[in-house]
């Protein structure tokens, strides 16, 4: 079966708000990081009690306009998500295709299909696809779609070999360097969000202890030590989970006219050269940076330094011809 559809940004704020209700501790944390200092506004008596109510807007703010927020980012950081999209379903796997993104992957590589007011979510473990209810003819064409994309999943297809120019698997090691010169802006940004407000706390606390508010320092105190403990644990939750979905198996890169074809165990992925940044070094590492993610290339995949330099020159070439 054959669908065309143009997903909106309002598509993907409703994307992010199916996200956050996944994830209601991950509200529940941000919520209490940025509640902080609250106690601190409404028990010190040397503060107007508007300046606490001031801060509990702002807390609500924040969290009412993250999906709006969170959605423009994806959708600047990445223009091909709201460029015309063409899928293609069968028993052989999922099908996408759109200007400079196309992505062919096995039922495998899918963990489960959800269903939001407006959309059908297929969650794979690193990325979902987004597939707008209005892009069906009508309701009965939508449940067909969805009884088979259901069955297809309990009876995924059998990985297809890969052939390709370039082959490797990437190791712990690797993850972590990946990790390290390729972290997400929105991870620093959160990172520093969440701790303006533990600081706030911190400060104002140290004050509660000379004054003897000893009540606004038992409210506070379990806020803080959270906070803390939680920014603290970012780091390694992150590396956790890129180490889960395909990590330690057979990766492998073809360079084509067309784009930079990724191939690995569940499907592969073709991103067009103008949705390609740059390459960059590592210590140990090529970044091939595309406007989404991150494709990384062992240095020692590289049979000599020759084939590693004409490899880079090739990618480089063709990134230079697609600017032009």
């Known amino acids: 079966m054959e669908l065309e559809f143009t997903p909106t940004l309002a598509d993907y704020r409703e994307l992010v708000r199916a996200n956050l209700v996944r994830r209601p501790l991950g509200v529940i944390l941000l919520a209490t990081a940025l509640c902080a200092p609250l ?14 109510g001031v801060w509990a807007l702002f807390v609500l703010f924040m969290l009412l306009s993250m999906p709006h ?10 223009p091909h998500l709201v460029q015309p999209h063409r899928i293609r379903t069968d028993s052989s796997g999922y099908e996408l295709h759109s200007p400079g993104y196309d992505v062919s992957l096995h ?13 059908w979510l297929l969650f794979r473990e690193s990325e979902v696809f987004v597939v707008p209810k ?13 009884r088979a994309v259901r ?10 070999p890969e052939v390709a120019d370039l082959s490797f698997c990437l190791s712990r090691a690797d993850y972590t360097e990946i990790y390290r010169e390729a972290q997400p802006p929105q991870l620093k940004f959160m990172r520093w969000f969440l701790t303006l407000p533990v600081a706030i706390g911190v400060v104002a606390n140290a004050r509660f202890i000379q004054v003897g508010h000893h009540l606004a320092w038992m409210i506070s105190l379990p806020f803080t030590l959270l906070f803390v403990v939680a920014i603290a644990l970012m780091t390694p939750w992150v590396q956790a989970r890129l180490l889960r979905a395909e990590a330690f198996r057979p990766v492998s890169y073809r360079i084509l006219p067309e784009g930079f074809l990724h191939r690995h165990s569940q499907g592969e992925t073709l991103y067009g050269w ?28 590289f049979a000599n330094l020759d084939e590693e ?13 697609s600017r032009r």
């Open 39 to 52: 106690p601190v506004f409404w028990w010190q008596t040397n503060l107007p009690w508007f300046v606490g």
């Open 69 to 78: 927020r969170l959605a423009s980012q994806l959708v600047r950081r990445s």
């Open 107 to 119: 039922w495998a590589a899918f963990r489960e299909l959800k269903s939001t007011n407006h959309l």
């Open 134 to 146: 209005r892009a069906f003819a009508s309701s009965e064409a939508e449940q067909g779609w969805v």
């Open 151 to 160: 069955s297809f999943m309990a009876a995924p297809a059998e990985a297809a």
């Open 274 to 301: 103008s949705t390609l940044q740059g390459i960059e070094q590592s210590q140990s590492l090529w970044l091939v940076r595309t406007d989404s993610v991150v494709l990384p290339v062992p240095r020692r995949a």
């Open 309 to 321: 330099s004409d490899w880079i020159d090739l990618v480089r070439g063709n990134l230079q011809s």
